[in-house]
């Protein structure tokens, strides 16, 4: 029997993309923005005349290198891909130059996930997977399987998807059925 595909967003799923942003634009603009701030809205559209800037850190090849790793999702994922085909689809189509990046952070953080399983892509409509856990709804509201929205500041908000909090409620909602 073959295995059901789980396929897993990157960046405020795996990765926690927010802390370093925040970080980076705080210290340049003299801010003191916090997680909270981020609630139900993204940094650009919080600052929205200084949108150039705030993406400007994404396009530097080395942004998504050093990333801090989402608590747990080494242990949990490292489960699923014993009971399921993980594949890793991240949106990279967006920042280009993040390929290398994103690729050598995989690599270096999840070294049990096969990387012909690392796909790049930018619409995951392609995707052709049982489920998507990912904390962008435009992406779950395209994907044609069924969609895990994990919560991140600027989705906190939104319904009609299963939400994961954090990597215990995806082990939870995969592995302890």
């Known amino acids: 029997m073959m295995k059901k595909r789980i396929a897993i967003d990157m960046d405020e799923v795996m990765a926690d993309f927010n802390k370093k942003h925040l970080t980076l634009f ?3 603009y003299g801010e003191q923005l916090t997680i909270e701030d981020l609630h139900g809205k993204k940094l650009r559209e919080l600052r929205p005349k200084l949108e150039n800037e705030i993406r400007s850190y994404m396009k530097d090849p080395t942004y998504f290198r050093d990333l801090d ?3 747990d999702s080494q242990e949990v994922i490292k489960e699923l891909s014993e009971s399921y085909e993980v594949y890793i689809a991240t949106a990279a189509m967006h920042f280009p130059t993040s390929f290398t990046a994103k690729y050598e952070w995989l ?4 070294p049990f996930l096969d990387d012909q399983h690392f796909v790049f892509c930018g619409d995951k409509s392609v995707i052709k997977a049982d489920y998507l856990i990912d904390d962008n709804l435009w992406q779950l509201e395209r994907f044609t399987g069924e969609g895990i929205l994990y919560t991140a ?3 906190i908000h939104a319904t ?4 994961v909090n954090n990597w215990q409620d995806v082990r939870a909602y995969f592995l302890e059925k």
């Open 26 to 28: 705080n210290a340049d």
């Open 69 to 71: 790793i989402m608590q």
């Open 107 to 110: 690599q270096e953080h999840f």
């Open 153 to 155: 500041p600027h989705n």
């Open 160 to 163: 009609g998807y299963t939400r």
